[in-house]
């Protein structure tokens, strides 16, 4: 079955202890990116990766961190969480041709991940 | 100005109704349109994917994209109880640097009655 896997799929934890979510996809795609989602905000984009070794910022990304060392991984790093990163977190992916002028595919999303930090 | 506007609700409607759900937008990039339906507790999944203007059908499903107006729609007939659920509108635009990064409005939540 195609899918995201996204863990933990909630955590709370406090203010400076460093943590990690994991993403996995078994689709063989290029494209994966992590946004999280706030009531009254909508869904924003973290960061992205458009392919092995290739990331770059989305709309929000100050206090996180990602790599991207294997396709089919691409997990979200809170280096020293925050209270305002208590958040619903999603990590989708697509394939992408490669090229800028390339056709968009629509992207294909985890369950979320559930981040309360204290 | 949010660059994609949507109208969070929520909307309550009678089993069988017709629904109307709508987004605008500033950005004449965007391209590219999609209708993601989103369960609670659960990740956005895509409904409809359309490109630059014009009328797309899947069972009873039709996306509407009207780009001179900026102007994008989701039109759900007979709905079901099981369409429940809030619907966010997304867009992204060709060429960019990120032909990935979507836009999202805000979500509308929907309540189909029996």
């Known amino acids: 079955e195609a899918q995201v896997t996204q863990n933990p799929r909630y955590l709370i934890t406090v203010t400076g202890k460093k943590l990690t979510v994991t993403c996995s996809q078994n689709?063989?795609?290029?494209?994966m990116s992590w946004y999280r989602q706030d009531p009254g905000l909508g869904l924003r984009q973290i960061y992205y990766?458009?392919?092995?070794?290739?990331?770059d910022k989305g709309d929000v990304p100050e206090g996180y961190k990602v790599s991207r060392k294997e396709k089919r991984n691409f997990p979200l790093i809170l280096e020293s969480p925050s209270p305002n990163q208590t958040s619903l977190y999603f990590c989708?992916?697509?394939?992408?041709?490669?090229?800028?002028?390339?056709?968009?595919?629509?992207?294909?999303f985890g369950d979320g991940t559930r981040l309360s930090i204290l | 100005q949010k660059e994609v506007e949507q109208d969070p609700g929520p909307l309550s409607v009678p089993e069988g109704a017709i629904v109307s759900l709508n987004c605008t937008y500033s950005?004449?990039?965007?391209?590219?349109f999609m209708w993601y339906r989103q369960y609670s507790r659960k990740g956005p999944e895509l409904l409809m994917y359309t490109y630059s203007s014009g009328n797309k059908e899947d069972g009873r499903f039709t996306a509407q994209v009207d780009k001179s107006s900026k102007y994008i729609s989701l039109f759900i007939r007979d709905s079901q109880p099981s369409d429940s659920a809030t619907y966010l509108c997304?867009?992204?635009?060709?060429?960019?640097?990120?032909?990935?990064?979507?836009?999202f409005g805000q979500g509308t939540t929907l309540q189909v009655k029996p």
């Open positions: 950005n004449s990039a965007f391209q590219y």
């Open positions: 997304a867009m992204s635009a060709r060429g960019s640097s990120n032909t990935g990064k979507l836009i």
């Open positions: 689709m063989n795609h290029e494209y």
């Open positions: 990766s458009m392919n092995v070794e290739v990331t």
């Open positions: 989708a992916s697509s394939s992408w041709t490669g090229r800028v002028s390339g056709s968009n595919q629509p992207q294909h």
